[in-house]
Structures are given as C-alpha cells and as structure tokens.
C-alpha cells in the first residue's frame, strides 16, 4: 500500500503569491491533518479535516485554508506569501478522527523569496 | 496553553550506550503520547506510543515511559546504533481530538 503522498516535494514561490500544496492520505484513512515545521522545530498544527469537514484549526492567520475532497485527499492553500511561511508542510493520514495514529508525508519544501 | 517541552536539545553518545530524552506536557487532559523520529529530508515517523492508561511500553530496543501524575514521559534506546542518528520528537494529544502538540526535538548522534 501507498503511503501519505504529498505534492510538490520542493516549491519556491515570491511574496504575495499563493501556492496551493496537495496530500493523499493512506488508503482507506479518512482524515488529513496538516502542519507546518520551521527549520529546526517541531511541526505546529494548522488543520484537520475529517470527513470533508474541518474538525480542528490551529493558531494560523486567515491567510491559510484547506479542503478535503470526496476521496479524502486534501489540498493547503496559502495567499499573500509572506518570508516567514518558508518551511516544510507535512500531511498527516488518520484512519478516523479521534484516538488513532498519525502517519506523515515526506512533506512540502516551500521556499518565498 | 498546550505546551510540550523536551530536554535535551542535543545528545551524543557512543555506539552501544543508551540514550534518554525526557518530555513534559501541560495539558492534563492528553491521553495518548507518540514519538517521531526525522531523518534529514523526511517526514516524521512514528517509532512507538503509549497511552494514559499505560505506565511503560517496550518495542524491542525502545522503551517509553509515562508519569501522568507529574507529566512526565520519557524514551529509551538501549543499544544504540549508528541508524539511531536523527531528530527526535515528543508529542501529546487528547484521544478526542487529534490536535498533535510537539516538542521542540531532540538531535541524537551516535558515534561509531
């Protein structure tokens, strides 16, 4: 079985442009989590959608939203890129909502310059 | 507010010995405690867990402790080898929402 599968792997974008990051969960898993980890962190939560709907939101401005798709993949978006969004963006699969484990993506390299 | 904190910042040790790294936690209403280990250029991945209802758990050579009382959880590696070498991550939830808390890491190097 597949594992998460994030896209792209790397992305350098310039200020002021949005960039939209995708994730596929683990087959059969139902909810996405995504997080955001600056060099030399711990990863911060951002979102997690179950279901299609989001069941939590981090400490995270207005700027960054997600959705979940029937096939429970789910896409992050982010506007008005600012230098400080540089990090990586990692996905997290769940079976369900709720007292499972968590699996990670390799993650999204985003770059602004 | 959810805080996870993680000593230490760094560990060294020679091939053979073991390592700790200690965590501590701030909500009192996470139940359920997993660790990650990152390798430059991956994601985490989950090495072992343990949940509230659970003082110790062993996965061959890891170990995971759990002091709820004065929250307090602690990982073990006996043995360590040079494929242990990576960052290190604590992490706590509430089983009914799946908001993970990290911890700041721990870069563990073991020297052959």
């Known amino acids: 079985d597949a594992g998460v599968t994030q896209s792209p792997t790397h992305l350098i974008k310039t200020r002021g442009q949005h960039v939209t990051l995708r994730c596929s969960p683990i087959s059969g898993h139902k909810s996405v989590s995504w997080y955001q980890q600056v060099l030399g962190q711990g990863p911060q939560f951002i979102f997690q959608y179950y279901e299609k709907e989001e069941r939590g939101r981090g400490n995270f401005p207005d700027r960054f939203s997600a959705r979940q798709f029937p096939n429970y993949s789910s896409e992050l978006n982010v506007n008005a890129l600012l230098l400080g969004d540089s990090a990586l963006y990692l996905c997290?699969?769940?079976?369900?909502?709720?007292?499972?484990?968590?699996?990670f993506g390799q993650g999204t390299r985003l770059t602004v310059v | 507010g959810e805080n996870v904190e993680q000593h230490p910042s760094t560990l060294s040790v020679q091939e053979g010995d073991s390592a700790v790294i200690k965590c501590t936690y701030s909500d009192s209403a996470s139940n359920y405690f997993p660790w990650y280990k990152q390798e430059l250029g991956k994601g985490p991945q989950l090495i072992i867990d343990?949940?509230?209802?659970?003082g110790e758990k062993k996965d061959q050579r890891i170990a995971v402790t759990l002091n709820k009382t004065a929250k307090h959880f602690s990982l073990h590696i006996t043995e360590t080898q040079p494929e242990d070498s990576a960052v290190y991550f604590c992490a706590a939830r509430q089983a009914s929402y799946d908001k993970v808390i990290f911890g700041p890491g721990t870069s563990l190097s073991v020297i052959p």
């Open positions: 997290a699969s769940l079976q369900f909502a709720g007292g499972t484990e968590a699996f």
């Open positions: 343990i949940r509230s209802n659970v």
